[in-house]
């Protein structure tokens, strides 16, 4: 008598539960019973895969074994709390084909069932799929299936200019593919500042033999593709001055002094990944590059994620107007905005805070000037009267 138990899908795997012939019950046994035979990856197996066998329902006495032309061996099967359970792999020599499996308790035939091989396949290595293209920033998996008579070797390294370090290929036997032993998987994460470009990933094996090579594509989003989520905006410019923040920040027209420090700011509601460690601001009117950095205040809540630092203008510079350039998103979104530099302010030594060549008046006249009282302005023209008085002598 065959009992169909169930067919399910799991695992990426058919389950098949059936049996042949009676099932056989000792003594004891009340006949409300039977022997069910599960078996997992019954069909579209290769030569090295593995069988999940499970017999449930035997209470004769003695061993549980499965037998059949894709194994090498009679294989015993062991008791578990759910049944006997065993996990053999067919061997590498075996054609394509249908074969029967059988099951014997005991050494009695309990249950039956068949077994289907499809023909081995080259080794294959995958990274992307064809056409795919990757982001810096994302992870990638890669896989080597090497099931074929006579390749050899536990793990697999793979390597590229693409990757921070070797990635090492390894069997999971808890994955999907617990039934295929010979397929090593493993993982990759961009670094966020990968370049576009063509990389090769190379596939070793043992003794460090090539295996095999893949192109892998990167690219930046840009403006345009599906998946890009940047809205980049700036830059602008605020004072460096208490009082002044992001809030007053503007593209055009704000001004400052040669010698003089002003506030960069940029936003951008989606950055690509790591890419707060790199925004930077450059501009011929700098010292030298600015690095922005992540506003984490409370008074950025609310607003998308801005970025700002003080750039120090240099001395001497001419007044004019100077651009002053963002690139972000892997230099995919370039922003450019113009700095309104005037003449140097006034320095404390009588020259513009320019530096040699600045153009000011006397820093002692400018304090009292700026104080704004008549008592100091005539301080300082009695003084110099004075100093004309003895240099006349």
Known sequence: MRTAVAAVLAAGALWLAGGAGPALADEGDDGDGGVHLLLNSAYDNRPGELVDIEVQGIRTRGDVTVSSPVFPRPVRLA????????????AMTTEPGTYPLTVRAGGRVVAEERVEV?????????VTSPGEVLRPGERLWMSYDGLYPGETGRSFAVSSRAFRAPVRLAHDPSSTDWNNPR?????????PGTRDGTYKVTLYGPGGRVVDEKPLVVRAARPGDRDYVGRARGPAFFGASAGTGPEAARTRGHRVPAGGTVNVLWRDRSPDPGEEERLTATSPAFERP????????????GDDPRYFAPARIRRGLAPGSYAVTVASHHGRVTKVAKLQV????AGPSGRGAGGPGGSG???TTVAYVAGGTTAGVLA?????????????R
Request: charged share 30%; no cysteine.
């Open 79 to 90: 008791l578990r709390d759910d049944g006997h359970h065993a996990r053999p792999a067919i």
């Open 118 to 126: 499809k023909p081995s396949e080259r080794p294959s290595f995958s």
């Open 183 to 191: 397929l090593f998987s493993g993982a990759a994460e961009l670094p």
């Open 290 to 301: 600015v690095r922005l950095r992540r506003d984490d205040s409370k008074a950025a809540d």
């Open 342 to 345: 005037t003449a140097a302010a």
């Open 361 to 363: 008046t006397s820093g």
């Open 380 to 392: 300082a023209a009695g003084l110099g009267v004075l100093l004309r008085r003895r240099a006349a």
